[in-house]
T-cell receptor
Framework: SQQGEEDPQALSIQEGENATMNCSYK?????LQWYRQNSGRGLVHLIL?????REKHSGRLRVTLDTSKKSSSLLITASRAADTASYFCATVSYGNNRLAFGKGNQVVVIP | ETGVTQTPRHLVMGMTNKKSLKCEQH?????MYWYKQSAKKPLELMFV???????ENNSVPSRFSPECPNSSHLFLHLHTLQPEDSALYLCASSQVWQGEQFFGPGTRLTVL
């Protein structure tokens, strides 16, 4: 099954800066989702972007999707210490409801 | 984490023990999932239940046995586990075909 692959794997930034993460995948998708996970806890859904959408916003989050390049980016603007977490992209293919996860990005926001 | 609960949150067991993980969702969803999360590996989908029927079993060893008695409850029965089974086990639920999944807080399992 396909998996999203995030890049970079680890990111350390100062509070107030923007954080950008990328995700690539290999096959056609129905939608792509981003999740956040605080240390040792469950995943929290952040945003879903469908294959016919190119950009989506939710609060300080901005997600883009380029289906021709099979890639997505997640931008967190004006980062806060509370944004420190692991961020995962996950893809859903047509005809099923299965999420295929990438390995995740560790983001550390330094106060 | 609200909406999907998991118990216990932490579990330590020996290789000869039998234990069960429990998941309950209060969201009215009709699909439930078990995932395994090991260090430095992507989340691994173990089982999927849709409308209380198991629809996917991703080559999981038989020492893991799922049970879904109704659309709100999901169990993972464990027996004769191996140390490499130590991981965070996550339960999730969703409305079938709608993509977004809601996760529980997980059970941190340690097999001695």
């Amino acid at each position: 099954s396909q998996q999203g692959e995030e890049d970079p794997q680890a990111l350390s930034i100062q509070e107030g800066e923007n954080a950008t993460m990328n995700c690539s995948y290999k096959t056609s998708i129905n939608n792509l989702q981003w999740y956040r996970q605080n240390s040792g806890r469950g995943l929290v859904h952040l945003i879903l972007i469908r294959s016919n959408e190119r950009e989506k916003h939710s609060g300080r989050l901005r997600v883009t999707l380029d289906t021709s390049k099979k890639s997505s980016s997640l931008l967190i603007t004006a980062s806060r210490a509370a944004d420190t977490a692991s961020y995962f992209c996950a893809t859903v293919s047509y005809g099923n409801n299965r999420l295929a996860f990438g390995k995740g990005n560790q983001v550390v926001v330094i106060p | 984490e609200t909406g999907v609960t998991q118990t216990p949150r932490h579990l330590v067991m020996g290789m000869t023990n039998k234990k069960s993980l429990k998941c309950e969702q209060h969201l009215g969803h009709n699909a439930m999932y078990w995932y395994k999360q090991s260090a430095k590996k992507p989340l691994e989908l173990m089982f999927v239940y849709s409308l209380e029927e198991r629809v996917e079993n991703n080559s999981v060893p038989s020492r893991f046995s799922p049970e879904c008695p109704n659309s709100s409850h999901l169990f993972l029965h464990l027996h004769t586990l191996q140390p490499e089974d130590s991981a965070l086990y996550l339960c999730a639920s969703s409305q079938v075909w709608q993509g977004e999944q809601f996760f529980g807080p997980g059970t941190r399992l340690t097999v001695l």
